[in-house]
């Protein structure tokens, strides 16, 4: 099993460009996430989904858009990069049980000029 | 948002040395879940407890779920110099949590081991 895999692995936007950042598990995990890790801040929930064709907001959202249209696949959009979002995105996803263990992507690094 | 406390922030350590990290919260969870990171990579699981008084082992190490549900410890033994990284401890579920996967992260403990 590859686990969660994300690509791509490193991008550089100008501000105002749009991307698409995608996530894919394969243990058939019902939950995903959408995490960004910046230095003092930790890892902050972005958007999440708890099943095919569903999102919500997590602590963090503005500025992006997610997807759901697939139970392997997530997708994380930036309609209008800015500076502000330059970071280390990581996808994770977990079974529907609370308090399954989360695994998480090998992460993508994103920077916006 | 909400964080854990977790200590301590780094440690440098011998080889062979043992090493011992906590985290504290002052609301309950369900599930406490210790992380892995290497520079550049994700947070690999290291252990995942899900009962209070909990104590489990993967090889060298050791995680216990607090009997107040509020703290975790994580211990390495015998250290070695692959066990550099940033180790972070999350919580999950419980009072302050939800029905779905969302982690509360400690700040991480950046570990430095020399041969």
């Known amino acids: 099993n590859a686990g969660v895999t994300q690509t791509p692995k490193f991008r550089v936007l100008k501000t105002g460009q749009s991307m698409t950042l995608l996530c894919a598990q394969d243990?058939?995990?019902?939950?995903m996430y959408w995490y960004r890790q910046d230095p003092g801040m930790g890892l902050r929930l972005i958007h999440y989904s708890v099943g095919e064709g569903t999102t919500a907001k997590g602590e963090v959202p503005d500025g992006y858009n997610v997807s759901r249209l697939k139970k392997q696949n997530f997708l994380l959009g930036l309609e209008s990069a800015a500076p502000s979002q330059t970071s280390v995105y990581f996808c994770a996803s977990s079974f529907r049980t609370s308090g399954g263990a989360v695994f998480f992507g090998p992460g993508t690094r994103l920077t916006v000029l | 948002g909400q964080q854990l406390n977790q200590s301590p922030q780094s440690m440098f350590i011998q080889e062979g040395e043992d090493v011992s990290m906590n985290c504290t919260s002052s609301?309950?969870?369900?599930?406490w879940l210790w992380y892995k990171q290497d520079p550049g990579e994700g947070p690999v699981l290291l252990i995942a407890?899900?009962?209070?008084?909990e104590l489990t082992s993967n090889g060298r190490l050791t995680a216990q779920f607090g009997i107040t549900r509020k703290d975790s410890f994580l211990n390495i033994s015998a250290s070695i110099p692959s066990d550099v990284g940033i180790y972070f401890c999350a919580g999950q579920g419980g009072a302050g949590g939800t029905s779905y996967g969302k982690l509360t992260f400690g700040q991480g403990t950046i570990l430095t081991v020399h041969p």
């Open positions: 609301s309950i969870f369900n599930t």
């Open positions: 407890l899900y009962k209070a008084g």
């Open positions: 243990m058939n995990h019902e939950y």
